[in-house]
């Protein structure tokens, strides 16, 4: 079992940047893909990137690519996401999340084991 949480939300303007941090409890945290969705009101639970265990390869949504970099310290059994020129349409709950290796490749929520409580991410215009 591994549990998840998320920190580092907030109310920020556009333009604004934001670094999110995703705290592992498993000391294998190192063999698993991580991933970082979020989930507006109203809305599905998307994804928007992830990253392999040994962090050799990273995938964006492209609604993100070129402004959110995910990485990840296996030392610190932490996940990041940071978030530069945050668009109001970035708005929404963001969780990380934990899989197995096949995650990293099918990026839908239902491939994922573990998941954080979430953290809120606003941006005003």
């Not at 604004?16 to 989930?39: K, P």
């Not at 934990?98 to 215009?125: I, K, L, N």
């Amino acid at each position: 079992q591994v549990q998840l949480v998320e920190s580092g939300g907030g109310l920020v303007q556009a333009g604004d940047s934001l670094r999110l941090s995703c705290a592992a409890s498993q000391r294998t945290f190192g063999s698993y893909a991580m991933g970082w969705f979020r989930q507006a009101p109203g809305k599905e639970r998307e994804f928007v990137a992830a990253i392999t265990w040994s962090s050799g390869s990273t995938r964006y949504a492209d609604s993100v690519k070129g402004r959110f970099t995910i990485s990840r310290d296996n030392a610190k059994n932490t996940v990041y996401l940071q978030m530069n020129s945050l668009k109001p349409e970035d708005t929404a709950v963001y969780y990380c999340a934990a899989g197995p290796p096949s995650s990293y490749e099918r990026g839908w929520p239902g491939s994922f084991d573990y998941w954080g409580q979430g953290t809120q991410v606003t941006v005003s215009s």
